[in-house]
């Protein structure tokens, strides 16, 4: 069963890949005067990913009886608003590595990649608005609503974490985590392509309700799976650096957990390795965190802390049978929480 | 004649002013968790600054016949990506100080002045998609397209400037310095908040097309009047560095002029001092640069082009009389000119 949703997970995915790039390609005029501006806007849309966020988008719309062509510009988008957030979020958190290259301010500075972010975010706007004529004007509006909560959400989850990270706050517990994670990417990965894809459709708020629910819970899982990885995997296949998060001194489920089940010295210890400045951190210092984590196991407490949303999220997708039935779409979105416990990148 | 422009300036832009900060403060939710990031969004909204982009908004909506209640939150939007584009330019040229205080990034890092700037685009939103239920859904849309352009327009100016900062670019012609200067400060400082107070009011399309005339040439005024100002004044009275243009290395009118005047010997000296980056720059040579502009008259020739354009700007405005008769809005739109050209900060 596992890798008959595989399949169709990655077959649904390859198929909204190229829709949204030719789309994308569409809104971002690479010609003329500003060609080498539009041509950075480009650079991590085109880069490989799987593009998951406007295929969920499209996949709830249709699943919920909406129409291809409606949905497309508005996933589009979402993806376009993704690769913004990552442009200044790369800044921001003074990563390296984006997708297998290096990151945009690596390449060209700081002031290019703040500047290419804003024009990304600039660009997206006029899909939306260009929705009223395509889905009629309720529709469109109601769409425009729900990216700008995205907006806020993201911008406020960002902030919270680094505030924690200036401050250095380390006292804190899994909802505290699990708040912040809602916020800066829950919200844009899954709460608001679902949100999107029913707007688009038209749906009905009862199903709107629970399909919200779904995202909420499979988002975290989603980023759990995400902290998982980045602890696991070399640069490589992942596209970023290896332990990333500890250089970056990112609050994790896992590295909370390891906090406060070390005695406290050596929680004393890994808080001061965590804390210094990126370019001080003591790789060795950082392996040994890394080697704690496997022997006290904080990384089976978050793995099954994952299942457990994931669980969560099924159970949620289960009561949305009747606007919902069985079809490719439906099949693709229930791969999607296979998916995102099991992946592997 | 003057004087009493000056007074119905002072007095306009203060009645704006008072409006526009207290509906920003309820845009802008002060409370709860993210009370912290929130109060950073306030941060360059509350500083003391003239509150030119609003009013002019409120005084083209009212002086076409629209009312004051339903211009109020667009013009307070206006002022929101305002200082949301400072935010981020500030960082992208590394300024120092902005209306006498230090940059946001000085003070909190260059992180969370990038989410800071992201949190206010976010915010700016909502009251656009607002307008709908205000003013109706077809000037609302309106609004929302004008703001989508002006967005555009920043981004593509802002681009061209750090692409001649990076590349070295000197051999520039004032045609070329008046585009860049349309899109980065024109745009969203004079035509898009004529042209929303226009599009608030419902507008005639003739009324419209001469509004924006009037707002692409006063642009050019304002914006030579401000190097020159750069230029020229001290740091206390006008709270940004002595010639903080030359110490950023900024193409302006006035230095294009100078490199082209020069003999070959000096010009090359010129560039050699312009193109270190900031930190390197030697104060004697950027001194040397200021003494060789009052010189060779580079300044004069500057004025005289700021002036050339408030005229024009000037003659444009008067062709709107029948939908923009004798009014005190319309009296400010007048006074606002005469500032251009002629204020000292």
């Known amino acids: 069963m596992l890798s008959s949703h595989a399949a169709a997970l990655s077959d649904y995915l390859a198929g909204c890949r190229s829709l949204v790039r030719e789309e994308i390609e569409r809104l971002v005029p690479r010609r003329g005067k500003h060609r080498l501006l539009y041509e950075l806007m480009l650079e991590y849309p085109l880069r490989e ?5 406007p295929a969920l988008c499209i996949a709830v719309c249709r699943g919920l009886g909406g129409r291809l062509h409606d949905v497309i510009p508005t996933a589009a988008v979402l993806e376009l608003y993704h690769n913004a957030f990552l442009v200044h979020d790369d800044v921001e958190d003074g990563s390296r590595l984006r997708r297998g290259k290096p990151t945009l301010h690596q390449v060209q500075g700081i002031p290019v990649a703040i500047n290419v972010g804003d024009g990304m975010l600039a660009l ?18 109601h769409a425009l609503e729900i990216v700008a909560r995205m907006c806020r959400e993201s911008v406020e989850g960002q902030a919270v974490e680094l505030e ?13 985590y699990l708040g912040m994670v ?3 990417t829950g919200w844009y990965t899954f709460i608001a392509p679902v949100l999107l894809g029913a707007a688009v459709a ?3 708020s009862r199903s709107v309700t629970m399909l919200r629910r779904f995202a909420t819970l499979l988002g975290v899982a989603f980023q759990i799976q995400d902290d998982l990885l980045n602890l696991e995997v070399t ?14 001194g990112k609050r994790t489920l896992i590295v909370l957990h390891l906090l406060r089940t070390l005695g406290r010295d050596e929680a004393a210890r890994a808080r001061a390795a965590l804390a210094l400045p990126r370019e001080q951190k003591h790789p060795e210092e950082l392996r040994w965190i890394a080697q704690r984590i496997r022997e006290v196991g ?13 669980g969560k999220a099924r159970a949620a997708l289960e009561r949305v049978r009747d606007d919902l039935p069985p079809s490719p779409h439906r099949e693709f979105i229930e791969a999607l929480v296979e998916f995102t416990v099991r992946r592997a990148s």
Do not use: V
């Open 49 to 53: 990913a799987k593009g998951m966020r």
């Open 124 to 141: 997206a706007l006029q899909p939306l608005l260009d929705n009223t004529e395509r889905i009629g004007l309720g529709r469109a509006l």
């Open 164 to 176: 924690w990270i200036r401050s250095g706050e380390w006292a804190l517990s899994d909802r505290d």
């Open 182 to 184: 809602l916020k800066k």
């Open 202 to 204: 038209g749906a009905r």
């Open 235 to 248: 640069g490589a296949a992942y596209g970023k650096e290896i332990a990333g998060d500890l250089e970056e």
């Open 298 to 310: 904080s990384d089976r407490y978050a793995r099954a802390m994952a299942d457990r949303y994931a």
